[in-house]
């Protein structure tokens, strides 16, 4: 048994983007090119990120089927429907509901602006939303 993949853990979202970077390699990756890559990313040494991290790391994505080990090979291969699902997950969480958290506990944005595109409201909908889904489940936001 292994747990799950947590995306809220930095060592989770450095091993899934690390994950998605070597997905590209035509005869896949080892545990060993997965943990350098990882140390390049977060900036940590050999010390602070080993081997045997990555290779816990991999054991849950291969839980979660993101990760392949065809046969009996110690290379790993990213099929492009995780591939996909790995990326979509990432971008939700940096792009979207990251930005949408930090600004939820401004009842607005300010001075609006002079012309709102479909995009503005779209979003002031979704704040509003969330701000009620918040409210509703007793969440307050930290000050």
Do not use: W
Request: no cysteine; net charge positive; glycine share 8%.
């Amino acid at each position: 048994r292994v747990g799950g993949v947590d995306i809220n853990k930095p060592r989770a979202r450095a091993a899934l983007t690390a994950v998605l970077a070597l997905a590209v390699a035509p005869d896949g990756f080892t545990v060993g090119d997965l943990a350098g890559k990882i140390r390049s990313l977060t900036g940590q040494n050999d010390d602070e990120f080993t081997i045997r991290q990555a290779a816990y790391d991999l054991r849950k994505m291969r839980a979660k089927q993101l990760v392949l080990k065809p046969g009996r090979t110690r290379r790993y291969q990213v099929p492009g429907e995780a591939a996909r699902t790995i990326a979509a997950v990432l971008t939700l969480r940096d792009q979207v509901i990251a930005p949408i958290l930090a600004g939820i506990r401004r009842p607005g944005p300010g001075r609006p602006p002079k012309s709102r595109t479909h995009l503005d409201r779209d979003y002031e909908i979704l704040r509003a939303g969330m701000r009620t889904l918040f409210h509703d489940l007793a969440i307050t936001t930290a000050a």
